[in-house]
């Protein structure tokens, strides 16, 4: 299983430096909090690779194979989910340095796809870090339609347009409303 998982990375990465991506508009500076619909994960998580972040990977088996790959791109890994022990997961992140990048699959690792769980703004509020939402548009891909995200690995040479929302701040004296309202404009706008 082990040669299973260091292939697959293997693969990802030696396509993943083939893809080209264009950028909308500029990377929002540090500190930060970037969020983007699972079945996007792979080009956002190349676009940030060695610079440093910090990312969430769940404990099942695709986040073994992904751990590998987000390792060599030299992230810093926060194990776990929404599912399991996701207070644990928001703690821990509250309580790193804020001058960082924390990249989050808000509607991760189980879906429903394109409907943002509470996590991130959550961790938003309480580091008083910005929140960006980031679209992905993949000229190249396979789409598993199986998987519950549809996820997308785009091909060989693919061209990707990635572009970052506007900066999203949450009061520290926001509201459960607040945050739901947010939640479902993003939710509303974003959706695939």
Not at 30 to 54: G, N, R, T, V
Not at 111 to 136: E, H, S, T
Not at 178 to 183: A, D, G, K, N, V
Request: aromatic share 12%; with cysteine; charged share 25%.
């Amino acid at each position: 299983m082990k040669l299973l998982y260091c292939l697959a990375e293997i693969i990802l990465r030696i396509v993943s430096q083939t893809w080209q991506i264009k950028l909308i508009n500029k990377i929002p500076k540090i500190p930060a909090i970037i969020i983007f619909w699972h079945c996007d994960m792979l080009p956002i998580w190349k676009l940030f690779s060695k610079k440093d972040a910090y990312t969430i990977v769940s404990m099942n088996k695709d986040g073994e194979i992904l751990s590998h790959l987000l390792f060599k791109w030299k992230y810093k890994l926060i194990r776990g989910s929404s599912s399991k022990n996701g207070k644990e997961v928001i703690k821990e992140i509250v309580n790193l340095n804020k001058n960082n990048y924390f990249l989050i699959t808000p509607d991760g690792p189980r879906g429903p796809k394109y409907q943002c769980k509470v996590g991130a703004f959550v961790i938003a509020q309480r580091k008083q870090v910005p929140l960006y939402f980031v679209k992905c548009k993949i000229k190249y891909k396979k789409v598993f339609m199986k998987s519950w995200d549809n996820f997308i690995l785009p091909l060989l040479f693919s061209k990707i347009k990635i572009e970052f929302s506007e900066r999203m701040d949450i009061p520290t004296e926001a509201d459960r409303e607040y945050i739901s309202q947010l939640i479902n404009k993003i939710n509303n706008k974003f959706s695939k």
